[in-house]
């Protein structure tokens, strides 16, 4: 039986030290990976298992501008082998691509191990103090602007029901996101912003929006998980 391993890769740059001992020897064993890039999933496989002949390997890329199309017919081919699926930064399919290929791993009857690893949701939800227990990742807000704040409205309401709101956005908008959260929200609300987490100018803040607004923040092409809630 074929075994689909979901390989956790690190969150910030040499951060390796976040990565679990036995994920070298899921990475060991592995023959063919899924990767989103080539480069940069090569260079993590060497980092962590520098005996590993990459040579050797074969990689396929997922190609989000084709819809994640691979081909689909190797794969039936195959027998008794180990792949591994990597994220381009921490826990596959979390706010990463690879779903569809897990879908495929499910019909073709394949065995699905998933593997602990650093995650940015987990992490900035963990250390936001905010309730653990109901909480709704949300992804991206909508560039719109209407639209951006109509939903930043709705996850504040949300927020002050106890129901913890987590999203994100590309690091070149995060200034922009939080400036928007600073002009919307009440400025009882709670935010939590997590900033270049597992690197090593790591921050992590929970402070009501009056409180942000008297700070001076630069999250300004910073990979960052903002977070509302009560």
């Known amino acids: 039986m074929n075994t689909l391993y979901l390989i956790p890769t690190t969150i910030a740059e040499n951060s390796t030290q976040t990565i679990p001992t036995y994920i070298a020897d899921a990475i060991t064993i592995c023959e063919i990976f899924v990767v989103e890039n080539l480069k940069t999933a090569r260079r993590f496989i060497k980092s962590i298992v520098k005996a590993k002949n990459i040579d050797k390997c074969i ?3 997922l190609d989000k501008h084709q819809n994640y199309k691979f081909d689909e017919q190797f794969f039936y081919t195959l027998k008794n082998k180990n792949i591994g699926l990597m994220s381009e930064a921490g826990t ?22 998933p593997l ?19 909480f709704s990742f949300n992804g991206y807000l909508p560039i719109d602007a ?12 949300y927020a002050n029901k106890n129901q913890t709101q987590i999203f994100m956005d590309t690091p070149y908008r995060n200034q922009k996101m939080l400036e928007e959260l600073l002009s919307n929200c009440n400025v009882n609300t709670k935010l939590c912003i997590a900033c270049n987490l597992a690197a090593n100018d790591e921050w992590i803040k929970t402070l009501t929006i009056a409180e942000w607004k ?3 923040v630069d999250v300004q092409k910073k990979p960052c998980i903002f977070i509302l809630g009560k």
Do not use: T, Y
């Open 59 to 61: 990689f396929i890329e």
């Open 92 to 113: 596959p399919c979390i706010a990463d691509p690879g779903n569809k290929f897990v879908q495929l791993a499910h019909e073709l009857r394949w065995k699905i191990k």
């Open 116 to 134: 602990v690893g650093p995650s940015s949701i987990l992490l900035a939800l963990m250390s936001s103090g905010f309730n653990g227990q109901q």
């Open 146 to 157: 209407k639209e951006r704040r109509s939903k930043i409205l709705e996850l504040e309401r």
């Open 214 to 216: 008297k700070q001076k």
